[in-house]
């Protein structure tokens, strides 16, 4: 029986080591098993270099057909799980076909490398990048290892950036404007307003203001959007009087945000809502939603 047992392990193991990882900056990522992991940080345009080796087990022999690895960059969505649409793939054929009986180490480079999407982990659908290394054999059946990373990319701030005013009312019994500092907020920006009341005829009970993200996956009919509360801050408490003007202070550094993304690939788009949410004596609810864009500063990179 344990002959049977050693007869299926992998006849080698495999590591995959960056060149820089003991500097690199590492940022924690969630696995499909729930664990968080940290992994390298990486921009698009940067090289991607370092080790493979593969390392038999004793007594073993790796009989193949050639060795590589793959830089990839993948979409893969959550209704067809498994399937991965590559938008990136680049190779490096490290070994020919032959046997390996010992330790072997195969240096590998992919120079300023194009990653023009951020890593991205949503309800529907994530996009990844990872190294992936084959062992090829014919019979016995390819070796497979893997190593994910993170790509986050910086924008410099927008050159117009136009405030957000818009009204919103109940016909003779509510009329409110209220007004954000600007449209478009970097993901450790704090969001200035005031919310005017210019007609109060209704009993509030309170008002909220809310972060909403929503994904949408798929095109046409096929389409499937999700929405997320991600914050909710409170305004106010009570009814307010005539004439009364309430300050917006909301930070968004303690959120879970990444930028905006607008149909990555054809594949999917992330958007960013602010929502007002008013609520009466009677708990009937009045809001307006607003979209705003969220960008990664470049003096962002420490998150």
Known sequence: MNYLLGAFKPACNISITFSDGKNRK???MKKENGQTALVPLFQSQETISGKVCIDPYQGKKVEHNGVKVELLGQIEMYFDRGNFYDFTSLVRELDV???IYERKTYPFEFSTVEMPYETYNG???RLRYV???TVTRGYAGSILEYQEFVVRNFAPPPAINNSIKMEVGIE????IEFEYNKSKYHLKDVILGKIYFLLVRIKMK???LEIRRRESTGAGANTHVE?????KFELMDGTPVRGESIPVRLFLAPYDLTPTHRNINNKFSVKYYLNLVLVDEEDRRYFKQQEITLYRLKEDASS
Do not use: I, R, Y
Request: glycine residues 4%.
């Open 206 to 208: 309170n008002m909220d």
């Open 26 to 28: 590492q940022v924690p």
């Open 172 to 175: 003779d019994c509510l009329h």
């Open 131 to 133: 190294l992936k290394v």
């Open 123 to 125: 309800v529907n659908v």
């Open 97 to 99: 076909p032959g046997d």
């Open 227 to 231: 929405t997320e509360t991600l914050a």
